[in-house]
């Protein structure tokens, strides 16, 4: 069964580095999404992508944050300078048609 | 805005049903979803509903009520792999970002 898929898995990163998370989306989806879960919180939307171009993003996705899509299955999540508070399980999702999402297995990010 | 309530904690017994409940607001309804999580893992779609009444997949079920603002699923003949946190979902844009609520988490005992 196709299916998102993450890397890494588990990422440790110095307060102030540059992470880059990425993900390969079901192959035949045109919607691509991210979403963070701080650990005991809920799952929150950061941005959605379609068409080369973000399409919505919310209050959390600050200048620091950027999305893009390379070639024609990596979709990638950079953070420029990490703060402890980026501190997170970080899920890729993606959509057929715009409504049901799946999602990847995450990364899990450790700012130190 | 857009909220949505669901209990934290439930307990349920192996073998039994129990029903897991939603409520939410919003300006703009464009459907409602369950995801299951395992600790540690990622969402699972469980279910969407868009329009009043229940829609059945095997052993899980969904009902939404537009007017009330309402959903709930229901899980049927409890196995000890169902402990889990169900997040309830909504719409919160035109893309399909979804909404989700803090999750329940279910634990099912023997």
């Known amino acids: 069964e196709p299916e998102v898929t993450q890397t890494p898995s588990h990422q440790v990163t110095q307060m102030g580095q540059e992470v880059i998370l990425r993900c390969v989306p079901i192959s035949n989806h045109l919607y691509f999404y991210w979403y963070r879960q701080i650990l005991g919180q809920k799952v929150e939307f950061l941005v959605s992508f379609y068409n080369n171009e973000i399409s919505e993003k919310s209050e959390i996705f600050d200048d620091q944050f950027s999305v893009e899509r390379p070639d024609g299955s990596n979709f990638t999540l950079k953070i420029r300078s990490t703060k402890l508070e980026d501190s997170a399980m970080y899920f890729c999702?993606?959509?057929?048609?715009?409504?049901?999402?799946?999602f990847g297995q995450g990364t899990r990010l450790t700012v130190v | 805005g857009q909220n949505i309530d669901q209990p934290t904690e439930m307990t349920a017994t192996e073998g039994a049903i129990v029903q897991i409940n939603c409520t939410y607001q919003?300006?703009?309804?464009?459907?409602l979803f369950w995801y299951q999580q395992h600790a540690g893992e990622a969402p699972t779609f469980l279910s969407y509903?868009?329009?009043?009444g229940l829609e059945e997949k095997g052993r899980f079920s969904s009902f939404l009520s537009r007017s009330k603002g309402y959903s709930y699923l229901l899980l049927k003949e409890l196995q000890m792999k169902d402990s889990a946190s169900y997040l309830c979902?909504?719409?919160?844009?035109?893309?399909?970002?979804?909404?989700f609520g803090k999750g329940t988490k279910l634990s099912v005992k023997p």
């Open positions: 979902a909504m719409y919160g844009g035109s893309q399909g970002n979804l909404i």
């Open positions: 919003t300006s703009g309804f464009n459907g």
């Open positions: 999702a993606s959509s057929q048609e715009g409504r049901v999402a799946f």
């Open positions: 509903n868009v329009l009043d």
